[in-house]
Nanobody, 121 residues
């Protein structure tokens, strides 16, 4: 089985920065997709940032220029560097990965447990 463990959330003032991490562990053959989503109270979960199939990055318009997604393939870890945070960035942030398992090589989608990010004004 596979487990995703997130860390790095917390409370920060507007204009501040946070870095989220999400590490995958278990019977991993390959990781095909790495994304960050968020869900604010009363709102639907939305894609914040991710890697496309060719390895390039994609961002929601609301975070472009402020957030940066990166990955360490050797550590099966994805990061989200969040700068110039705004109160409207307050949400629970979830990592999401498409992982091919060893030895079957079937791909499944996994979610992290979520980490709260609160930005005060």
């Amino acid at each position: 089985q596979v487990q995703l463990v997130e860390s790095g959330g917390g409370l920060v003032q507007a204009g501040g920065s946070l870095r989220l991490s999400c590490a995958a562990s278990g019977s991993i053959f390959a990781i095909n997709a790495m994304n960050w989503y968020r869900q604010a109270p009363g709102k639907q979960r939305e894609l914040v940032a991710g890697f496309t199939s060719d390895g390039s990055t994609k961002y929601a318009a609301s975070v472009k220029g402020r957030f940066t997604i990166s990955r360490d393939n050797a550590k099966n870890t994805v990061y989200l560097q969040m700068n110039s945070l705004k109160p409207e960035d307050t949400a629970v942030y979830y990592c999401n990965m498409g992982i091919r398992l060893f030895p079957s090589r079937y791909e499944y989608t996994y979610w992290g447990q979520g980490t709260q990010v609160t930005v005060s004004s």
